[in-house]
């Protein structure tokens, strides 16, 4: 057992001042049933708890840092930038160079928006969809995640067709009335709501490799239908590519299966580490957005000059070097090592991977779908994840979160992780 006192004790104080004592819920450690780590230090691959503790880290912020903690290029252009000013609440050009980055590697994008997190970006999306549509309704898929508006925290209903219910307190139930959700992976049950409801559909949003149910890759023919669908119906397709944007190429994951959603959500990687969004689009759907058009947003720190040096250094290291490559061998390794390793303890695993993104379900189902993954034994993740921490390796809290490799790790933290994981699996039969 690793020495967590600090921890321990940061964690009851925090909670006198912090609701739950974290600033997001899934950091505290509740699926998992352990008391969360307060960091007070990470570099490359690794992070340090407060009580000197190391840890080999396959949370990476929930995804931003591909290339590792504290990269020191990042680093040296937001200490550079901050010396000169930290936001102006005006044009600079820092804002420019993102933008032209992302455009570049967005074939769908003419023009793009910075705002300071993905759920801004998402939240404006649909408000350009449904002012180009002049429709109300979104349809989302189950499992599926796009920050914390209220338009996305609508579960289904009952049925397909029934009506839907808030996921949390405080939500209105008119809500309810435009979120439709739909079945990820099946277009049945889009073409079933689009044959109720298709002249009313704004947008259909999804995430084109589902990042937030553990990792569910989409089958091939599910985006591609999508596209179909929303074209013969007026509808607006949103890519929420807020993991996905440079997370498997440079691009997004819709450069890979080469479909043009109208409108792409970005956040995460493009920020470097910095709290950022960003919502883009065909010159047409974004020259609605204020000041051109009437379709209103804003952001006093939006397109802030350290959030766009941090992102921009980045894209710029993404762009020229092969990290890619060397993210998706280290990402094979590793998820081949477990699946050996697994099968010599004889117990049930699904590991799904793309490249440097990878879920290990405790189910023996292919997992496909949002109905697959409830099939995963959450209790035994959280003893595995328990084992694991205390081995140095840093999961993510949660069965349901996905693992990212960073440019980073090395070869050795890969044999590392997976010699801890076999010593786990000794222990929790
Ligand atoms: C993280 C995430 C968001 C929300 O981004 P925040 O910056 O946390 O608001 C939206 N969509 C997807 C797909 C995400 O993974």
């Known amino acids: 057992m690793l020495k967590k006192t600090k921890s321990k004790e940061l964690y009851e104080i925090a909670q006198q001042y912090i609701p739950g004592g974290v600033n997001s819920p899934v950091r505290a450690f509740k699926a998992v049933g352990t008391d969360p780590l307060f960091i007070n230090r990470a570099k490359g691959?690794?992070?340090?708890?407060i009580d000197g503790n190391e840890y080999i880290d396959y949370v990476c912020s929930w995804g931003p840092l591909i290339l590792g903690h504290s990269d020191d290029d990042v680093v040296k252009a937001i200490c550079d930038t901050a010396v000169n000013g930290t936001s102006y609440g005006a044009p600079c050009e820092a804002e420019l160079?993102?933008?032209?980055?992302?455009?570049?590697?967005?074939?769908?994008?003419?023009?793009?928006?910075?705002?300071n997190?993905?759920?801004?970006?998402?939240?404006?999306?649909?408000?350009v969809a449904r002012a180009y549509t002049g429709r109300n309704k979104i349809v989302k898929f189950e499992g599926c995640f796009h920050g914390h508006a209220d338009t996305f925290l609508i579960?289904?209903?009952?049925?397909l067709l029934t009506a839907g219910k808030p996921t949390s307190p405080g939500v209105p139930d008119v809500f309810a009335e435009h979120t439709l959700n739909a079945k990820y992976n099946d277009l049945e049950s889009v073409k079933d709501i689009f044959k109720q409801w298709g002249n009313e559909i704004a947008a259909v949003i999804v995430e084109p490799v589902a990042g937030n149910m553990g990792l569910v890759l989409p089958d091939a023919e599910f985006l591609k239908?999508?596209?179909?669908?929303?074209?013969?119906?007026?509808?607006?397709?949103?890519?929420d590519e807020v993991i996905t944007g440079f997370r498997t190429c440079y691009g997004g994951f819709q450069n890979i299966v080469e479909i043009e959603p109208d409108l792409t959500t970005l956040g995460k990687i493009i920020g470097g580490g910095l709290p950022v969004g960003a919502y883009g689009g065909r010159k047409e759907l974004m020259d609605m957005v204020a000041p051109v058009g009437d379709v209103y947003q804003a952001g006093t720190l939006s397109g802030n000059p350290l959030a766009m040096v941090a992102g921009a250094t980045t894209l710029k290291k993404l762009k020229n070097n092969d990290y890619y490559d060397r993210i998706e061998v280290l990402g094979y390794l590793l998820t081949g090592k477990l699946k050996t390793i697994f099968e010599e303890h004889?117990?049930?695993?699904?590991i799904n991977r793309l490249g440097s993104m990878f879920s290990v379900f405790f189910t023996e189902q292919e997992v496909n779908n949002y109905e697959a993954v409830q099939t995963c034994d959450t209790d035994k993740y959280a003893k595995f994840h328990r084992e694991l921490i205390n081995k140095g390796i840093y999961f993510p809290p949660a069965q349901f979160e996905v693992c990212f490799i960073s440019c980073a790790h090395e070869v050795e933290d890969i044999e590392k992780t997976a010699e801890a994981i076999n010593d786990v699996l000794n222990t929790i039969k």
Do not use: H, Q, W
């Open 117 to 127: 997190s993905g759920t801004e970006a998402t939240m404006s999306a649909v408000r």
């Open 97 to 115: 160079e993102l933008a032209k980055l992302i455009c570049d590697a967005f074939p769908s994008m003419d023009k793009v928006r910075m705002v």
């Open 155 to 159: 579960k289904a209903g009952s049925g």
């Open 346 to 350: 004889d117990l049930y695993c699904t």
């Open 225 to 239: 239908g999508l596209r179909n669908i929303t074209e013969l119906n007026g509808s607006m397709l949103i890519f």
């Open 45 to 49: 691959a690794k992070v340090y708890d």
